[in-house]
Protein backbone atom coordinates (compact mmCIF):
# COMPACT_ATOMS: atom_id res chain seq x y z
CA UNK A 1 0.00 0.00 0.00
CA UNK A 2 1.56 3.56 -1.02
CA UNK A 3 2.05 6.10 2.03
CA UNK A 4 -0.44 8.92 1.73
CA UNK A 5 0.99 12.68 0.97
CA UNK A 6 0.60 14.51 3.77
CA UNK A 7 0.38 17.84 1.96
CA UNK A 8 -2.29 16.81 -0.15
CA UNK A 9 -5.57 18.31 1.93
CA UNK A 10 -8.15 16.00 0.65
CA UNK A 11 -6.58 13.20 2.84
CA UNK A 12 -7.52 15.24 5.66
CA UNK A 13 -10.55 15.31 4.62
CA UNK A 14 -11.02 11.76 3.72
CA UNK A 15 -10.02 10.37 7.15
CA UNK A 16 -10.76 13.18 9.88
CA UNK A 17 -14.13 12.67 9.55
CA UNK A 18 -15.11 14.93 12.51
CA UNK A 19 -12.07 17.91 12.24
CA UNK A 20 -10.12 16.38 15.31
CA UNK A 21 -7.25 18.71 13.82
CA UNK A 22 -9.33 21.98 14.61
CA UNK A 23 -9.60 20.60 18.34
CA UNK A 24 -5.75 20.34 18.25
CA UNK A 25 -5.21 23.49 16.93
CA UNK A 26 -7.50 25.01 18.79
CA UNK A 27 -5.69 25.08 22.25
CA UNK A 28 -4.20 28.37 22.24
CA UNK A 29 -7.96 29.41 22.35
CA UNK A 30 -8.48 27.33 25.08
CA UNK A 31 -6.51 28.74 27.40
CA UNK A 32 -7.65 32.30 26.28
CA UNK A 33 -11.63 30.95 27.29
CA UNK A 34 -10.92 28.58 30.57
CA UNK A 35 -7.84 30.58 32.09
CA UNK A 36 -7.89 34.64 31.04
CA UNK A 37 -11.31 34.77 30.74
CA UNK A 38 -12.03 33.18 34.06
CA UNK A 39 -14.49 34.73 36.82
CA UNK A 40 -13.35 33.97 40.29
CA UNK A 41 -16.41 32.22 42.41
CA UNK A 42 -16.78 33.50 45.89
CA UNK A 43 -17.51 29.65 47.18
CA UNK A 44 -13.54 29.56 47.22
CA UNK A 45 -13.30 31.84 49.98
CA UNK A 46 -15.14 28.65 52.06
CA UNK A 47 -12.24 26.60 51.19
CA UNK A 48 -9.53 26.54 53.63
CA UNK A 49 -6.87 24.69 55.42
CA UNK A 50 -6.34 22.31 52.91
CA UNK A 51 -3.00 20.37 53.35
CA UNK A 52 -2.96 18.17 50.44
CA UNK A 53 -4.98 17.57 47.04
CA UNK A 54 -6.43 14.46 45.26
CA UNK A 55 -7.11 14.65 41.39
CA UNK A 56 -9.81 11.98 40.33
CA UNK A 57 -9.91 11.38 36.83
CA UNK A 58 -9.27 9.12 33.41
CA UNK A 59 -8.00 9.48 30.72
CA UNK A 60 -7.96 12.79 28.65
CA UNK A 61 -9.32 13.94 31.48
CA UNK A 62 -6.67 12.18 34.15
CA UNK A 63 -3.61 13.60 31.83
CA UNK A 64 -4.49 17.03 33.30
CA UNK A 65 -4.05 16.46 36.84
CA UNK A 66 -0.83 14.49 36.17
CA UNK A 67 0.69 17.72 34.83
CA UNK A 68 -0.63 19.82 37.64
CA UNK A 69 1.14 17.03 39.67
CA UNK A 70 4.55 17.69 37.73
CA UNK A 71 4.24 21.68 38.22
CA UNK A 72 3.52 22.45 41.94
CA UNK A 73 3.60 18.75 43.29
CA UNK A 74 7.27 19.28 44.95
CA UNK A 75 5.31 22.81 46.89
CA UNK A 76 2.10 20.48 48.25
CA UNK A 77 1.45 17.04 48.38
CA UNK A 78 -0.80 16.18 45.09
CA UNK A 79 -2.20 12.60 44.11
CA UNK A 80 -3.49 11.65 40.87
CA UNK A 81 -6.13 9.11 41.21
CA UNK A 82 -7.22 6.99 38.21
CA UNK A 83 -9.68 4.32 39.92
CA UNK A 84 -12.69 3.77 40.98
CA UNK A 85 -11.41 4.33 44.80
CA UNK A 86 -9.70 7.41 46.97
CA UNK A 87 -7.87 7.01 49.75
CA UNK A 88 -8.95 6.26 52.92
CA UNK A 89 -6.62 9.29 54.70
CA UNK A 90 -8.19 11.55 52.36
CA UNK A 91 -10.43 14.30 54.28
CA UNK A 92 -11.78 18.14 55.50
CA UNK A 93 -8.23 19.04 54.93
CA UNK A 94 -7.97 17.63 51.82
CA UNK A 95 -8.64 19.68 48.38
CA UNK A 96 -10.62 16.68 46.20
CA UNK A 97 -10.69 17.91 42.43
CA UNK A 98 -13.01 15.82 40.23
CA UNK A 99 -12.39 16.39 36.62
CA UNK A 100 -14.51 14.15 33.78
CA UNK A 101 -15.11 15.63 30.54
CA UNK A 102 -18.19 14.05 30.18
CA UNK A 103 -19.61 13.99 33.67
CA UNK A 104 -19.79 10.58 33.38
CA UNK A 105 -17.12 8.47 33.41
CA UNK A 106 -17.95 5.67 36.06
CA UNK A 107 -14.65 5.81 38.16
CA UNK A 108 -14.50 9.36 38.33
CA UNK A 109 -18.28 9.87 39.70
CA UNK A 110 -17.43 6.28 42.10
CA UNK A 111 -14.48 8.48 43.23
CA UNK A 112 -16.61 11.48 43.94
CA UNK A 113 -19.18 9.83 45.67
CA UNK A 114 -16.32 9.08 48.21
CA UNK A 115 -15.10 11.99 48.96
CA UNK A 116 -18.17 13.71 49.51
CA UNK A 117 -18.91 10.57 52.24
CA UNK A 118 -15.21 11.95 53.47
CA UNK A 119 -16.27 15.23 53.76
CA UNK A 120 -13.62 16.41 51.22
CA UNK A 121 -13.51 20.02 50.05
CA UNK A 122 -14.34 19.07 46.62
CA UNK A 123 -13.83 20.86 43.06
CA UNK A 124 -15.93 19.53 39.90
CA UNK A 125 -14.46 20.09 36.94
CA UNK A 126 -16.87 18.70 33.78
CA UNK A 127 -18.70 19.62 30.77
CA UNK A 128 -21.94 18.14 31.55
CA UNK A 129 -23.68 14.76 32.59
CA UNK A 130 -23.67 13.71 36.06
CA UNK A 131 -20.99 16.38 37.97
CA UNK A 132 -22.54 18.92 36.26
CA UNK A 133 -25.71 17.99 37.89
CA UNK A 134 -23.85 17.55 40.99
CA UNK A 135 -22.02 21.20 40.93
CA UNK A 136 -24.80 22.94 41.63
CA UNK A 137 -25.28 21.51 45.21
CA UNK A 138 -22.49 24.00 46.32
CA UNK A 139 -19.55 22.95 45.04
CA UNK A 140 -16.83 24.94 43.73
CA UNK A 141 -16.81 24.17 40.26
CA UNK A 142 -15.58 25.08 36.52
CA UNK A 143 -17.41 24.14 33.40
CA UNK A 144 -16.17 23.84 30.40
CA UNK A 145 -17.29 23.87 26.57
CA UNK A 146 -18.93 20.50 25.24
CA UNK A 147 -18.21 19.47 21.44
CA UNK A 148 -14.57 17.65 21.89
CA UNK A 149 -13.06 14.93 22.14
CA UNK A 150 -12.02 14.65 26.15
CA UNK A 151 -8.01 14.11 25.10
CA UNK A 152 -8.23 17.19 22.54
CA UNK A 153 -10.04 19.24 25.87
CA UNK A 154 -6.47 19.22 27.62
CA UNK A 155 -6.11 23.12 27.55
CA UNK A 156 -9.58 23.43 29.34
CA UNK A 157 -9.20 20.78 31.64
CA UNK A 158 -5.97 21.81 32.56
CA UNK A 159 -6.02 25.58 32.71
CA UNK A 160 -9.43 25.00 34.59
CA UNK A 161 -7.69 22.99 38.05
CA UNK A 162 -5.13 26.16 37.26
CA UNK A 163 -7.59 28.43 38.02
CA UNK A 164 -9.38 26.09 40.91
CA UNK A 165 -5.79 26.07 42.51
CA UNK A 166 -5.84 29.94 42.19
CA UNK A 167 -8.76 30.56 43.78
CA UNK A 168 -8.43 28.31 46.81
CA UNK A 169 -5.12 30.44 47.07
CA UNK A 170 -2.85 27.09 47.07
CA UNK A 171 -0.38 28.92 44.35
CA UNK A 172 0.03 32.28 43.30
CA UNK A 173 -1.56 34.23 40.05
CA UNK A 174 -0.01 31.84 37.21
CA UNK A 175 -0.59 34.78 34.66
CA UNK A 176 2.91 35.76 33.47
CA UNK A 177 3.86 32.08 33.19
CA UNK A 178 0.45 31.14 31.28
CA UNK A 179 0.74 34.09 28.35
CA UNK A 180 4.23 32.89 27.68
CA UNK A 181 2.73 29.35 27.52
CA UNK A 182 0.64 30.59 24.86
CA UNK A 183 2.60 32.65 22.88
CA UNK A 184 5.10 29.61 22.61
CA UNK A 185 1.99 27.20 21.92
CA UNK A 186 0.58 29.47 19.16
CA UNK A 187 3.88 29.57 17.29
CA UNK A 188 4.48 26.02 17.61
CA UNK A 189 0.97 24.93 15.61
CA UNK A 190 1.93 27.55 13.46
CA UNK A 191 4.82 25.99 12.48
CA UNK A 192 2.87 22.40 12.15
CA UNK A 193 -0.20 23.33 10.59
CA UNK A 194 -1.24 20.80 7.63
CA UNK A 195 -0.55 23.96 5.33
CA UNK A 196 2.86 23.75 5.95
CA UNK A 197 4.18 21.45 3.95
CA UNK A 198 6.44 18.40 5.28
CA UNK A 199 9.88 19.48 4.25
CA UNK A 200 9.68 22.33 6.80
CA UNK A 201 6.95 20.30 9.25
CA UNK A 202 8.87 18.48 12.10
CA UNK A 203 5.37 16.70 12.87
CA UNK A 204 4.96 15.34 9.29
CA UNK A 205 8.24 14.55 9.27
CA UNK A 206 8.43 12.35 12.52
CA UNK A 207 5.12 11.04 11.34
CA UNK A 208 6.91 9.54 8.23
CA UNK A 209 9.62 8.00 10.36
CA UNK A 210 6.78 6.12 12.42
CA UNK A 211 5.28 4.63 9.63
CA UNK A 212 4.60 0.20 10.86
CA UNK A 213 6.82 0.94 13.72
CA UNK A 214 6.03 0.63 17.31
CA UNK A 215 7.53 3.92 19.49
CA UNK A 216 9.17 3.56 22.90
CA UNK A 217 8.71 7.05 24.70
CA UNK A 218 11.44 7.62 26.69
CA UNK A 219 11.20 10.97 28.89
CA UNK A 220 14.84 12.48 29.54
CA UNK A 221 14.07 13.02 33.39
CA UNK A 222 10.44 12.67 35.64
CA UNK A 223 9.54 15.61 34.54
CA UNK A 224 8.67 14.81 31.48
CA UNK A 225 7.19 11.55 32.40
CA UNK A 226 3.65 12.50 31.88
CA UNK A 227 4.61 14.31 28.58
CA UNK A 228 5.94 10.60 27.69
CA UNK A 229 2.84 8.96 28.65
CA UNK A 230 0.15 11.84 26.41
CA UNK A 231 2.34 10.84 23.56
CA UNK A 232 1.84 7.25 24.29
CA UNK A 233 -2.14 7.73 24.41
CA UNK A 234 -2.04 9.68 21.55
CA UNK A 235 -0.11 7.37 19.07
CA UNK A 236 -2.71 4.55 20.79
CA UNK A 237 -6.25 7.11 20.75
CA UNK A 238 -5.39 9.36 17.52
CA UNK A 239 -3.36 6.73 15.35
CA UNK A 240 -4.93 3.31 16.41
CA UNK A 241 -0.91 2.58 16.82
CA UNK A 242 0.52 0.57 19.57
CA UNK A 243 3.33 2.57 21.57
CA UNK A 244 5.23 2.55 25.38
CA UNK A 245 6.58 4.85 27.42
CA UNK A 246 8.72 4.93 30.39
CA UNK A 247 10.80 7.67 32.45
CA UNK A 248 15.19 8.03 33.22
CA UNK A 249 16.33 6.88 35.00
CA UNK A 250 14.05 4.22 35.99
CA UNK A 251 14.35 2.72 32.88
CA UNK A 252 18.34 2.45 32.58
CA UNK A 253 17.28 0.18 35.96
CA UNK A 254 15.03 -2.52 33.99
CA UNK A 255 14.14 -1.81 29.89
CA UNK A 256 17.52 -1.26 28.94
CA UNK A 257 18.18 -4.29 29.43
CA UNK A 258 15.57 -5.46 26.78
CA UNK A 259 17.45 -3.89 24.05
CA UNK A 260 19.81 -6.91 24.06
CA UNK A 261 17.67 -8.88 21.64
CA UNK A 262 18.16 -7.18 18.86
CA UNK A 263 16.23 -9.90 16.64
CA UNK A 264 12.82 -8.44 18.92
CA UNK A 265 13.64 -5.01 18.28
CA UNK A 266 13.73 -4.33 14.85
CA UNK A 267 10.08 -2.59 14.64
CA UNK A 268 10.84 -0.63 17.63
CA UNK A 269 11.74 3.01 17.55
CA UNK A 270 13.08 4.81 20.79
CA UNK A 271 12.03 8.47 20.66
CA UNK A 272 13.95 10.60 23.29
CA UNK A 273 11.89 13.66 25.27
CA UNK A 274 14.66 15.91 26.29
CA UNK A 275 14.79 19.06 28.23
CA UNK A 276 16.90 21.75 26.30
CA UNK A 277 18.25 22.72 29.50
CA UNK A 278 18.69 18.94 30.46
CA UNK A 279 21.14 18.60 34.51
CA UNK A 280 24.11 16.84 33.59
CA UNK A 281 22.77 13.53 35.39
CA UNK A 282 20.37 13.29 33.05
CA UNK A 283 22.25 14.31 29.52
CA UNK A 284 25.04 11.97 30.77
CA UNK A 285 22.67 8.88 30.83
CA UNK A 286 20.79 9.72 27.79
CA UNK A 287 23.93 10.63 25.97
CA UNK A 288 25.18 6.66 26.79
CA UNK A 289 22.00 5.29 26.01
CA UNK A 290 22.30 6.86 22.40
CA UNK A 291 25.82 5.67 22.21
CA UNK A 292 24.37 2.22 23.23
CA UNK A 293 21.55 2.38 20.21
CA UNK A 294 23.78 3.55 17.53
CA UNK A 295 26.43 0.69 18.02
CA UNK A 296 23.46 -2.19 17.92
CA UNK A 297 22.94 -0.39 14.93
CA UNK A 298 19.24 0.71 16.43
CA UNK A 299 17.49 3.84 14.83
CA UNK A 300 16.18 6.53 17.36
CA UNK A 301 14.47 9.83 17.33
CA UNK A 302 15.46 12.77 19.70
CA UNK A 303 13.19 15.39 20.59
CA UNK A 304 14.02 18.62 22.73
CA UNK A 305 11.80 20.92 24.21
CA UNK A 306 11.01 24.32 23.04
CA UNK A 307 10.87 27.32 26.05
CA UNK A 308 12.14 28.34 29.17
CA UNK A 309 9.49 28.11 32.03
CA UNK A 310 8.62 24.28 32.42
CA UNK A 311 4.58 24.94 31.27
CA UNK A 312 5.73 26.20 28.39
CA UNK A 313 8.14 23.42 27.87
CA UNK A 314 5.44 20.51 28.23
CA UNK A 315 2.65 22.06 26.26
CA UNK A 316 4.79 22.98 23.15
CA UNK A 317 5.86 18.96 23.53
CA UNK A 318 2.88 17.42 24.14
CA UNK A 319 1.38 19.62 21.49
CA UNK A 320 3.93 18.19 19.09
CA UNK A 321 3.05 14.84 19.78
CA UNK A 322 -1.13 15.43 19.17
CA UNK A 323 -0.08 16.48 16.21
CA UNK A 324 2.36 14.01 14.93
CA UNK A 325 0.05 11.02 15.94
CA UNK A 326 -2.86 12.96 13.67
CA UNK A 327 -0.20 13.02 10.65
CA UNK A 328 0.15 9.34 11.91
CA UNK A 329 -3.33 8.52 11.77
CA UNK A 330 -3.81 9.93 8.01
CA UNK A 331 -0.64 7.45 7.12
CA UNK A 332 -2.46 4.78 9.05
CA UNK A 333 -5.81 5.30 6.72
CA UNK A 334 -7.77 5.58 10.03
CA UNK A 335 -10.23 8.44 11.74
CA UNK A 336 -8.30 10.31 14.84
CA UNK A 337 -11.53 10.64 16.33
CA UNK A 338 -13.33 7.60 16.80
CA UNK A 339 -12.55 5.32 19.75
CA UNK A 340 -14.32 2.05 18.38
CA UNK A 341 -12.96 0.00 21.15
CA UNK A 342 -13.67 2.07 23.95
CA UNK A 343 -16.95 2.58 23.07
CA UNK A 344 -17.51 -1.05 22.85
CA UNK A 345 -15.51 -1.74 25.90
CA UNK A 346 -18.33 1.00 28.13
CA UNK A 347 -21.59 -0.79 26.07
CA UNK A 348 -20.57 -4.26 27.47
CA UNK A 349 -19.55 -4.06 31.09
Known amino acids: MSILNLDYK ?20 QIEETYFQHQRNEIADFYKSITNVIICGMGGSAIAGDLISTLYGDEFPIVVRKDYKVPTYCNENTLGIVC ?14 QLEKQKVQIVLITSSGRLKYFAKQGYLY ?54 VEEKNNTAKQIAQRIVKK ?22 NENAKHPAFSHTIPEMNHNEIEAWESPDMNENLLPIFLCDFDEEENYKKRVSVLKDLFTKNHFNFLEVSTDGKQLMSKLFSTILLGDMITYYLAILNRVDPSAIKYIDYLKANI
Open 10 to 29: PNFVRFDREELYQQIISFPQ
Open 100 to 113: SYSGNTEETVSCFE
Open 142 to 195: KFIPTGFQPRAALGHLFFAILRMLEDVKLIPNQEVIVKITHLNVSNKLKMMAYD
Open 214 to 235: IPLIYASNPKFSAVAYRWKCQF
